[in-house]
C-alpha cells in the first residue's frame, strides 16, 4: 500500500503553498482562519491578524457540511472568489474543503488545498476526483472511522494518480459528551508508526470549546506533528458555524506565543 512506510520508510514531502512539511523538512505548519468564510470584512480581519502573525495558510469553508440544512450552508463560489482574492492580496496559500465532487474544479481554481471534510472521508467521487488532480488533499478523519478506514480513503487518491496528501486527526466520537469529540493522539502515534504520510491535528473541532484548544496545541507540538488546523474569528460569538471552538484573535496570538518556543510556525 502506497502509504504504508513498508513501501515509502521516509514520511513524504507535501507542498501547503510554499511550505513543504513532511520529510526533512521540520516545519510546523499552522493552517488556520474561520470556520467559514461569511463576508469581505470578516475574512479581510482574518488575513490581517495571520499576516501580523507571519502565518502563511488561511482556511475557511464555503461548502459547509453542516449537520442540518437548516444551518448556514456557507457562500459557495462567492466565498471561494473571496479566499481567492486574499491569497492574491496576501501571498496566503489557501486550504478549503470540497462537500462534493463537483467543487473540485472550482477548488483547484480559487485554492492550493482541496480539504475533504471528515464526513466526506468516505466520498469516493469526492476522493477519485481529487486524485485526478495535483493538489495537496487534506484528509480528515471520519469522526467514526478507524484508522484502517482513514489510511484507505487516502490511498483512493495516491493509487489515483496524486501524491500529495496529508492526513488529519480532528477528533473521534467515543462515550464522552463533554467535550464534542476525543482527539486521538493514540491514533496519531499509530499513523506516525505505520504511514508515510504527514499528519496534522485539528485541536478545534476535537475539543469544541475555545478553552482547551490552546492546551491540546502544545500536546500536539509535543508528539512532533507536522501541522495544526485551528478556528479563528474576529468575533467567534456572532460566528455562523463552530461559534463555540473559535479562539478570538487575542487568545489565537497568546497561543502562537506558547507555541513559539517549541514550534517553529510557519
Ligand atoms: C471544518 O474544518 O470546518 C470542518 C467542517 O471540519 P470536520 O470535517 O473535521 O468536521
Ligand atoms: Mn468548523
Redesign the pocket.
Known amino acids: 500500500q502506497l502509504a504504508s512506510r513498508d513501501y515509502r520508510s521516509e514520511t513524504r514531502e507535501v507542498k501547503i503553498g510554499n511550505v513543504t512539511v513532511g520529510g526533512k523538512s521540520g516545519n510546523t505548519i499552522v493552517i488556520s482562519g474561520p470556520?467559514s468564510v461569511e463576508s469581505e470584512e470578516q475574512i479581510r480581519e482574518s488575513s490581517e491578524l495571520l499576516k501580523s502573525l507571519g502565518l502563511t495558510s488561511l482556511?475557511g469553508?464555503c461548502y459547509?457540511?453542516r449537520t442540518s440544512p437548516y444551518s448556514f450552508q456557507g457562500l459557495g463560489l462567492e466565498g471561494l472568489k473571496l479566499l481567492s482574492k486574499m491569497r492574491e492580496e496576501y501571498g496566503f496559500s489557501v486550504v478549503t474543503?470540497a462537500r462534493d465532487a463537483t467543487h473540485i474544479d472550482e477548488i483547484i481554481e480559487h485554492a492550493d488545498v482541496i480539504?475533504v471534510?471528515?464526513?466526506?472521508m468516505y466520498d469516493q467521487g469526492i476522493l477519485r476526483a481529487c486524485s485526478k488532480t495535483q493538489k495537496t488533499v487534506l484528509i480528515?478523519r471520519g469522526f467514526g472511522s478507524t484508522l484502517q478506514e482513514f489510511v484507505q480513503a487516502a490511498e483512493f487518491v495516491l493509487s489515483g494518480g496524486n501524491e500529495n496528501v496529508v492526513l488529519c486527526e480532528?477528533g473521534i466520537r467515543t462515550f464522552e459528551t463533554g467535550t464534542r469529540f476525543t482527539l486521538d493522539l493514540c491514533g496519531v502515534e499509530w499513523l506516525k508508526h505505520y504511514t508515510n504520510l504527514p499528519v496534522i491535528l485539528?485541536p478545534s473541532?476535537a475539543m469544541g470549546y475555545a478553552y482547551g484548544v490552546a492546551g491540546l496545541s502544545r500536546a500536539c507540538i509535543a508528539l512532533g506533528v507536522n501541522g495544526l488546523?485551528v478556528?479563528v474569528h474576529p468575533n467567534p460569538k456572532v460566528a455562523k458555524?463552530?461559534a463555540s471552538q473559535q479562539l478570538n484573535h487575542e487568545e489565537f496570538k497568546q497561543l502562537l506565543q506558547t507555541l513559539s518556543p517549541i514550534a517553529s510556525s510557519v
Open positions: 470556520c482556511r469553508g459547509k457540511p474543503e480539504q471534510g471528515a464526513k466526506a480528515k480532528r485539528d473541532h488546523l478556528e458555524s463552530d
